[in-house]
C-alpha cells in the first residue's frame, strides 16, 4: 500500500507538471488541446521516471535496462493518452480539461501495473 501511496504523489507532481504545460500551452500560444497535452505528457514522464526509480520503487535495475522499459511503457501511453484527448475533446467537444483528466486517469492505471510488473521490477 506504501507503493501506491508513492506511485500517487509521484503521479501528483508529474501530472501537475504536465497541467502547468498544458494549460500555459492552452493559454499563451493558443495551442490546440493534443499538442498541448502532449507537450506537458512528455515533461511529466522525465519527472516520473526520476522519482519512481528512486522513491516509489526504489528499483535495484540498471537505467541501461529500466529507460527503455519505462519509455515504452511512456509510448503506448503517450498514445492512448492523445487518442483519449482527440476523442474526448475533438471529437465529442468535451471541455479540454474534463478530456484530459479523464486520459490522466486511463493512463495511471495503465503506468501503475506495468511500471511494477515490468519497468522497475527485480532484474531478472
Known amino acids: 500500500m506504501k507503493q501506491v501511496k508513492r506511485f500517487l504523489l509521484?503521479?501528483?507532481?508529474?501530472?501537475?507538471l504536465q497541467y502547468l504545460i498544458y494549460g500555459t500551452l492552452l493559454r499563451l500560444a493558443p495551442w490546440p488541446?493534443?499538442?498541448a497535452s502532449v507537450a506537458g505528457y512528455l515533461a511529466g514522464s522525465?519527472?516520473?521516471y526520476l522519482l519512481n526509480y528512486h522513491?516509489?520503487?526504489d528499483?535495484?535495475?540498471?537505467?541501461?535496462?529500466?529507460v527503455p522499459k519505462f519509455y515504452a511503457m511512456v509510448a503506448?501511453?503517450?498514445?492512448?493518452n492523445a487518442a483519449l484527448v482527440g476523442l474526448l475533446v475533438?471529437?465529442?467537444?468535451?471541455?479540454?480539461?474534463?478530456?484530459q483528466v479523464i486520459a490522466t486517469g486511463v493512463c495511471l492505471a495503465w503506468n501503475f501495473a506495468v511500471s511494477r510488473r515490468w519497468v522497475f521490477g527485480e532484474a531478472r
Open 33 to 35: 488541446a493534443v499538442a
Open 76 to 80: 503506448v501511453a503517450f498514445v492512448l
Open 55 to 57: 522513491v516509489t520503487f
Open 90 to 99: 475533438d471529437g465529442m467537444g468535451l471541455n479540454a480539461w474534463a478530456g
Open 46 to 48: 522525465v519527472l516520473s
Open 10 to 16: 509521484v503521479g501528483a507532481a508529474a501530472t501537475a
Open 59 to 66: 528499483s535495484r535495475r540498471s537505467h541501461a535496462s529500466a
